[in-house]
């Protein structure tokens, strides 16, 4: 039977419009695949066909009525045109974000290599993109070769603290993940049901990923394998807030999550695919799951982030996974005249922006071009110079982000939310300075968002171990591990508390010297290891019948310097928990020339805990992942600190 309406042009649409589950599959594949792989499958096709035809006839019609997805995408580079992709069943034109890399070994595909990718379909006049309501199924043929704090291969979603909406098909650091967000009309602000993979991501290869909801359950497919399933989510899909489809990246209205991988292939269908199809549709293209690493043009290993803005000048800093050049577009707005490139092809750049005047603002965007032409490319981002006295500004501080890439992404989104100017680091950044793996996957990944458009201004905790990769990764002031900067009324002093620290030190002098130069309204130190702290067994095992030294002696001798050149606050990290202490001078109490000290160490390590009873110095406690804000205006200065959950759990006001 020929199906009414017009013959559509696109031949592959017309072979989607006759087809059946699973003989659609099978021809598109056929088709759209090289000459070579086009024999292939079709002597596959000829040796499954009677096993084919007795499956079309016990199972043809269990889906739907047609079996046909509500819009699917071929992604390969002889089908772009004019920087987007069209659909091959619908009329849903995929824009894509940037000029993408095509690859075809071993599978034809574009990849995504962790800069601006990905592309979207978005509503046309008055035609919202497909938002079915029942019922799922989200499908692609997707090889991730990294992980990320939330991916996304193809989605419709909103996911916020406020509400959430929609539904995707993504991936973690580590395993792949189907979010559904289940409620009527009205009842608007619902909750993203998250199922996760039993087995981790197979990095680098193929996989037919398939994940379906019927309206009582969710089940996510691998290579026609069931590896999650729940009943959690019920009812009809609550589309709240959400209008576009976004496919190679996660993207939501304050997220945009790039991927680092490539796709093949991606459907949407209104119904919940029956296993029995995705087995099928699996079978006939196996072949690809077979394939291991093929063609990889260069990716972001590290995602371009800033450091060390002071009032005329920043650095832009990237690493990727082979040489490239780089170039950073920038200027006071977009389209940028503008640019400085690096001076040669290498997997590590740190390029510094220079010739700015301070106070200023703008955008910048990172444009990498590989041996072969390959580009890549980021979203635009902010930059801004260090602003001279008077204005104000205000910075965040994390500590300790050490082996927790989820809860380190948690507070590094709670950081970004709260704008900062800049952000600082106190120290164990990652767990084993030497292992680039953590910098890469649990430092600089889950904080990407953050660390491209907020300056990080770190300092040296004991898990670095002063390992090159800290030098390699900072871009600081000689000698690197100790520095100081200002920003506006404030001067920060930045030291290494693994190096000594007592007087006649090397560190202590510089400090000494340097705090006596300083004209700066504000004062602040910070090093990684605290000079007071309720901690329970850092400095003796309080559980245990042993008394506190109530924080390290090796810089307690610093407090006299604090004191002596009246710092306002010291920050410290090392203990794993948020601790206020009350103005301290002279061990004692002093609420006029007293200085403060903060432990903000809650980025991601595994947490601690306080002694059985308070120490006189305590004004405020708490154990979690967390972050500290520091407001300054003038003679004011705000502080206040917030969980991982953006709820805020100490405030502290201090005028001069
Ligand atoms: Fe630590
Ligand atoms: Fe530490």
């Known amino acids: 039977m020929v199906p009414n309406g017009p013959v559509p042009q696109n031949f592959m649409e017309k072979q989607a419009r006759f087809g059946k589950m699973p003989l659609w599959p099978v021809a598109k ?20 066909l009677p096993l084919l035809i007795r ?19 071929v992604l390969e580079g002889a089908r772009v045109d004019k920087g987007g992709i069209p659909s091959t069943v619908g009329n849903w034109p995929l824009k894509l974000h940037a000029p993408p890399q095509s690859i075809t070994a071993p599978v034809e595909a574009l990849y995504f290599g962790g800069g601006l990718t990905g592309g979207s379909v978005l509503s046309q006049k008055n035609r919202p993109t497909p938002a079915p309501k029942e019922a799922i199924s989200l499908l692609a043929w997707v090889r991730i070769d990294a992980g990320a704090r939330k991916g996304g291969i193809i989605g419709r979603v909103e996911d916020n603290r406020y509400g959430a909406g929609g539904t995707y098909l993504g991936y973690d650091e580590t395993h792949l993940v189907f979010g559904l967000t289940p409620g009527g009309p009205g009842i608007g602000e619902g909750r993203l049901h998250i199922i996760r993979s039993a087995k981790p991501i197979d990095k680098g290869i193929w996989s037919l990923v398939v994940a379906t909801y019927d309206g009582k359950e969710m089940r996510l497919f691998v290579n026609g394998e069931l590896v999650a399933e729940s009943t959690d989510a019920r009812g009809p899909i609550n589309w709240y807030r959400t209008d576009s489809w976004s496919i190679g990246r996660f993207s939501d209205e304050n997220e945009k999550v790039p991927m680092i991988g490539a796709i093949r292939e991606v459907e949407i269908y209104d119904k919940a695919l029956s296993k029995e199809s995705i087995r099928a549709r699996f079978a006939f293209q196996s072949a690809r799951a077979k394939t ?22 920043f650095r832009v800093c990237l690493e990727t996974s082979s040489p490239v050049t780089a170039t950073i577009e920038y200027g006071p707005e977009a389209p940028f005249n503008l640019k400085t490139t690096s001076k040669e092809a290498a997997t590590f750049h740190e390029i510094p922006i220079e010739g ?31 602003p001279k006295e008077g204005v104000p500004f205000s910075f965040a501080i994390i500590g300790d982000t050490q082996g927790n890439a989820p809860a380190t992404g948690k507070v590094a989104d709670i950081m970004k939310e709260l704008r900062p ?39 040296m905790g004991n898990h670095e171990k002063n390992h090159p990769n800290y030098y390699k990764y900072f871009a600081l002031p000689a ?82 310097l604090y004191e002596k050149h009246k710092v306002d606050i010291v920050f410290c990290g090392h203990v794993h928990l948020y601790e ?12 006029v020339g007293g200085v403060v000290y903060v432990t903000s160490g809650g980025g991601g390590g595994s947490l601690e805990n306080f002694t059985p009873t308070p120490e006189w110095f305590k004004a405020a406690n708490r154990v979690d992942y967390h972050t500290t804000l520091v407001n300054i205006r003038n003679s004011t200065l705000e502080l206040r600190a917030f969980d991982k959950d953006g709820l805020l759990f100490d405030q502290y006001l201090r005028t001069k």
């Open 29 to 48: 594949s056929i088709l759209v695949e090289p000459p070579m792989k086009k024999i292939l499958l079709l002597i596959s096709l000829l040796a499954f």
């Open 55 to 73: 499956y079309q006839r016990d199972h043809g019609d269990t889906d739907n009525n047609s079996g046909l997805p509500t819009a699917a995408w």
């Open 292 to 313: 291991v690493l093929g063609d990889s043009p260069p990716h972001f290993v590290i995602a371009p982030y800033l450091q060390f803005p002071d009032t005329n000048s």
């Open 356 to 386: 700015l005047s301070p106070g200023t603002m703008g955008y910048y965007r990172v444009v990498c071009q590989g041996p072969a032409g390959e580009r890549l490319e980021t979203a635009i981002l902010p930059w801004q110079t260090a």
């Open 421 to 459: 100017n800049f952000a600082l680091h106190l120290g164990d950044v990652v767990n084993e300075g030497h292992d680039k793996r953590q910098w890469v996957e649990e430092l600089f990944r889950p904080s990407q968002e953050l660390f491209g458009q907020v300056p990080l201004f770190p300092t």
């Open 479 to 560: 000698p690197e591990y100790r520095y100081s900067y200002t920003w506006g009324d404030a001067e920060f002093f930045v030291l290494d508390s693994n190096k000594p620290m007592a007087k006649g030190t090397l560190q202590y002098t510089w400090l000494d010297e340097a705090m006596g130069k300083s004209k700066a309204k504000w004062k602040f130190c910070y090093h990684h290891h605290p000079v007071y702290s309720s901690d329970n067994n850092d400095f003796g095992d309080t559980f245990a019948g042993k008394r506190s030294l109530f924080g390290d002696p090796k810089v307690r001798p610093l407090a006299t």
């Open 580 to 591: 206020r202490t009350h103005p301290i001078k002279n061990g004692k109490l002093d609420e």
